[in-house]
């Protein structure tokens, strides 16, 4: 098979290849729709927290709001607020950076190595001697799961990969891809508040109608449904595929009648029945190990995603991970959960709208949070 490692420009090419036909499946009609239903649900989750405050609230406009209580008001666009400054959210952004702090506190993290989408010798390199699957995304910039792809373990799938997440940037980052379930620990200075396990969207086969069939079903339920099934829609990327492979299957595959057939191991796209909340499973140390991950990040408000196969034990005994700290954190899957919500904004709105005098400024110092 042709090396596209040493081949960019018919790997840029090809990668236009891929937006046009995507174009041309009208995604970007139905990426719109879902965005709207997304800032629907943050409108709603926003006006009840002002409800339940005894607050008012006002939209200006372009999803912002603006919530009184008092003499005390701040503005919030989805789930972006005055929790977190700009800054933070910047830098914590820029993956390799929040992994290094993280080694150099003696956290555990992916072995990983960063790499520009001109050269790809350092992950070609990387991957060949890790001898395991990898991820490959962008290395800063992004959230939500874009531009990354999983099961990444040839030339040519690192190659395509690598431009997948290249048009969100040219400085890209390829991971050793760790074995485990997906958990997000939300902290707000420095207390875990919540904590959710977060399962790959699937769909179940019917015996007539393939995966891609499937797929599109799921999507149109998601349309109709609005904000209430999930925060995103389906997309057919390379993590699909690469999925779908290591079961056997492609998009054309025609699953049995009940058959579960796992579409990604991204979980973002996934829907509210494929979350669960988590918070009695984790033992002392994983909860301490994600709230130093966010104090080193300087964030009030962060998810911190956790990979392990056992959250009752420690990270370093499992041989888990912390994989990411988020800021902002995405709101949905705490309220879009199997066992119920749990009301984010209330929480978030509760510390904005605080008198100042009761405002306390949150420092870091050496892993540890000090008020």
């Not at 405002?359 to 540890?368: H, K, N």
Request: glycine share 10%; net charge positive.
């Amino acid at each position: 098979m042709l090396d596209l490692t040493r081949h960019p420009r018919l790997l840029k090419m090809l990668s236009w290849f891929d937006r046009i036909k995507g174009f041309l499946n009208g995604r970007h009609a139905k990426g719109r729709t879902a965005e709207k239903n997304l800032g629907a649900f943050y409108a709603r989750i926003w006006r009840e927290a002002a409800t339940h405050l005894g607050a008012s609230i006002e939209s200006l406009g372009h999803d912002v709001f603006e919530i009184r209580l008092g003499e005390v008001h701040t503005r919030v666009l989805q789930n972006f607020t005055g929790m977190d400054n700009l800054g933070t959210h910047c830098v914590v952004r820029a993956k390799p950076v929040i992994y290094r702090l993280m080694q150099r506190a003696g956290l555990p993290t992916p072995r990983f190595v960063d790499f520009d989408i001109q050269d790809l010798g350092p992950a070609v390199t990387f991957m060949e001697n890790t001898g395991t699957d990898c991820v490959v995304k962008p290395a800063s910039g992004t959230g939500g799961g874009l531009g990354v792809t999983t099961g990444v373990r040839s030339r040519w799938q690192l190659a395509r990969a690598a431009f997948a997440a290249g048009s969100y940037g040219g400085s890209l980052l390829i991971e050793e891809q760790v074995k485990g379930e997906n958990y997000r620990l939300l902290y707000l200075d420095g207390k875990l508040i919540d904590a959710v396990i977060r399962r790959p969207p699937s769909v179940i086969g019917d015996g007539k109608s393939s995966i891609a069939n499937l797929v599109e079903a799921v999507n149109s339920q998601r349309l109709r449904q609005d904000q209430f099934v999930s925060h995103d829609l389906l997309s057919v990327d390379m993590d699909m595929k690469h999925t779908l492979a290591k079961q056997g299957l492609s998009l054309r595959s025609v699953p049995a009648q009940g058959g579960v057939v796992f579409l990604k191991t991204v979980i973002n796209q996934n829907s509210g029945v494929d979350n669960e909340t988590a918070t009695p499973l984790l033992c002392a140390s994983v909860i301490a190990d994600g709230a130093r991950a966010a104090a080193l990040a300087g964030v009030r408000l962060a998810g911190v995603d956790v990979i392990t196969t056992d959250p009752s034990r420690p990270l370093r005994d499992t041989g888990g991970v912390l994989l990411e700290v988020n800021s902002p954190p995405g709101y949905f899957w705490h309220y879009h959960k199997r066992d119920g919500a749990f009301p984010l904004a209330v929480h978030v709105l509760e510390c904005l709208l605080a008198s100042p005098r009761e405002q306390q400024p949150v420092s870091c110092r050496a892993g540890s949070l000090v008020q």
